[in-house]
């Protein structure tokens, strides 16, 4: 059976007639499967509680909320990379904006729970860098200490809201990510 290139999702009668996924589809293996967990320390961490409005009906945090988690490990994280807080456009002509985000669920949270978010920089290219994040509850959880609750990726890429195109990474940016991890920073994975 040939399907249709300008597809993405298959009908009914096109998944049954499929053994399995078929390549160049968005749902694919490579987006189905699961990534490992990010290995290795986080060295910086934030404290985040679990509020009430965190949680959905089912009793435990909304998966959406997570990305609000990451947020703010973001902002901490360049916050102490930096020194500042995020310039808004009226401050600045240029800043990141989000280009990608991904997230592996690994455990449920709960209200009241403490969680620990680490955030870390994973490579940096040209215009671009990744963050990686793991949120795991603190060791003494009452709900399972030190669980892996989820991890995941954000790709940010410098933005001239002016001219608005892409610009390169500042190398003063990257510099000041290398010395507070104590490490260089690789680049892009090719592919």
């Known amino acids: 059976m040939t399907l249709p ?37 986080f060295r910086y961490v934030m404290p985040i509680e679990v509020r009430f409005r965190d949680t959905d009906a089912m009793g435990h945090v909304n ?37 990608h985000c991904r997230i592996e669920y690994r455990a449920p949270a709960f209200f009241g729970e403490t969680l620990l978010v680490g955030c870390r920089p994973g490579w940096v290219s040209r215009s671009s860098f990744s963050l990686e994040y793991r949120i795991a509850a603190v060791a003494d959880s009452p709900r399972g200490p030190g669980r892996l609750l989820a991890d995941g990726e954000s790709i940010q890429v410098m933005y001239d809201y002016g001219a608005a195109r892409p610009m390169r990474l500042p190398e003063a940016l990257v510099r000041q990510l290398e010395a507070y991890e104590g490490r260089p920073i690789p680049p892009r994975p090719a592919g």
């Open 5 to 41: 290139a300008r597809r993405f999702v298959p009908n009914a009668e096109e998944w049954a007639a499929c053994e399995r996924p078929v390549s160049g589809w968005l749902w694919h293996h490579r987006l189905v499967s699961r990534a490992q967990p990010f290995e290795g320390d």
């Open 63 to 99: 998966n959406a909320v997570y990305l609000t988690y990451f947020e703010t490990a973001r902002a901490g994280y360049y916050r102490a990379v930096t020194g500042r807080t995020f310039e808004t456009v009226a401050e600045t002509e240029t800043s990141m904006i989000m280009a």
